[in-house]
């Protein structure tokens, strides 16, 4: 019997979302949690017509992406193409051809470090510019500059590939964090999960400022102490709890932190060295795209602990499972009656509100004044 059946399991009694998760197993737990969710409300009726932020958010990992490749993407209520040239570096666009509005992700085809049009076979750089038109001596005046609707700067670490956007389609205002471990030969290669979630990013992350939701979705033995620190478009946090795990209960430490809106990390140490790099992405204002993406230190995976080292892969996922079951039908509340132990919930969404910009939001603000006033 494997190392961790044979230790006293510490972890509580099935918490109150159990019921809805006791019947998925294996696949079906898989198709569970990308799938549609059944009598799904509006975001009007939820009241999460939250705008979208904006930061660097991962499209895909690097090894979905191949030299040569083209993929067609749905993010931020977009449709993109992304490809990777001949140099082997990515390159995103929005998905229409500014010719005649062929979609470039489906029968496109790189030409070099170009994106070829399969309508008429013009030929793009990552910037948008037309760069070659093969039956036309001369290109328009205009598609000689960035023609397409939008470019995206488009970056690769932690093997994933990252596209910044931004409402108002400005450049960068800050950069990606790399990990070391990432591709490290004493670490492990990613083991990875995804989920869709039916709700916006803001409600998603405010998860790791609520404290008291531990205990009760997650059924850890007591609520966490929070050392929670914000810092410009970074937030970091070391959470204690003594956490039950199939050695009992252990005093754990869970180090965790977020560049930007979009680049989640979260190390775990004391019972298995463990690092997850959250690639998230918003579908839509509404619809969030998840990817955990686990590495962890060799000797401790492949060695006696091997079996732990599992368990927690299996622990973490079964969290974010518990999470969604809330987060697919969540309702926002603007100004929640909060209560001693709930955590800085406020102070987390004072720092949110940063990665918000442009028209939509400036919409958002008056839209929550006119609901303030009418209560």
């Known amino acids: 019997m494997a190392e961790a059946e044979n230790l006293h399991d510490a972890r509580t009694a099935p918490v109150l979302v159990w019921e809805q998760l006791k019947h998925l197993k294996g696949d079906d737990l898989k198709a569970w949690r990308v799938s549609e969710v059944d009598n799904l409300r509006s975001r009007e009726e939820r009241n999460i017509d939250l705008p979208m932020p904006f930061g660097w958010f991962a499209l895909c990992y690097s090894d979905e992406l191949a030299v040569g490749e083209?993929?067609?993407?749905?993010?931020?209520?977009?449709?993109?193409?992304?490809?990777?040239?001949?140099?082997?570096?990515?390159?995103?666009?929005?998905?229409?051809?500014?010719?005649?509005?062929?979609?470039?992700?489906?029968?496109?085809?790189?030409?070099?470090?170009?994106?070829?049009?399969?309508?008429?076979?013009?030929?793009?750089?990552?910037?948008?510019?037309?760069?070659?038109?093969?039956?036309?001596?001369?290109?328009?005046?205009?598609?000689?500059?960035?023609?397409?609707?939008?470019?995206?700067?488009?970056?690769?670490?932690?093997?994933?590939?990252?596209?910044?956007?931004?409402?108002?389609?400005?450049?960068?205002?800050?950069?990606?964090?790399?990990?070391?471990?990432?591709?490290?030969?004493?670490?492990?290669?990613?083991?990875?999960?995804?989920?869709?979630?039916?709700?916006?990013?803001?409600?998603i992350a405010e998860n790791g400022a609520d404290a008291a939701h531990f205990q009760y979705i997650h059924g850890v033995a007591d609520s966490p102490n929070y050392d929670i620190t914000f810092d410009g478009h970074k937030r970091t946090a070391e959470v204690h709890a003594k956490m039950g795990t199939p050695r009992g209960l252990v005093d754990g430490t869970i180090a965790y932190g977020v560049v930007g809106a979009g680049q989640p990390w979260t190390r775990f140490t004391g019972i298995c060295e463990t690092l997850l790099i959250t690639g998230v992405a918003p579908i839509a204002r509404d619809v969030t795209h998840i990817r955990f993406a686990f590495t962890q230190l060799k000797s401790d995976r492949d060695g006696d602990n091997g079996g732990v080292a599992k368990a927690i892969i299996r622990d973490i996922c079964k969290q974010l499972d518990q999470d969604k079951v809330v987060w697919d039908r969540q309702r926002y509340i603007a100004a929640p009656p909060l209560c001693a132990g709930d955590g800085p919930i406020n102070d987390f969404r004072d720092f949110f509100r940063q990665f918000y910009a442009g028209a939509e939001y400036d919409k958002y603000r008056e839209s929550a004044k006119t609901r303030s006033i009418s209560r």
């Open 70 to 203: 083209v993929k067609p993407l749905r993010y931020f209520e977009r449709d993109l193409v992304v490809w990777r040239g001949e140099d082997g570096a990515p390159r995103t666009l929005d998905a229409y051809c500014p010719h005649l509005g062929a979609h470039l992700g489906y029968g496109g085809k790189v030409s070099g470090n170009l994106i070829e049009c399969p309508f008429h076979s013009w030929r793009m750089e990552g910037d948008g510019s037309v760069q070659e038109i093969p039956y036309s001596k001369s290109i328009p005046p205009k598609m000689k500059k960035p023609a397409c609707e939008r470019a995206y700067p488009t970056r690769e670490a932690n093997g994933f590939v990252w596209v910044w956007y931004h409402p108002e389609n400005i450049e960068p205002l800050y950069e990606l964090e790399v990990f070391e471990e990432v591709g490290h030969p004493d670490w492990s290669a990613y083991e990875k999960h995804e989920w869709i979630v039916y709700g916006p990013m803001q409600t």
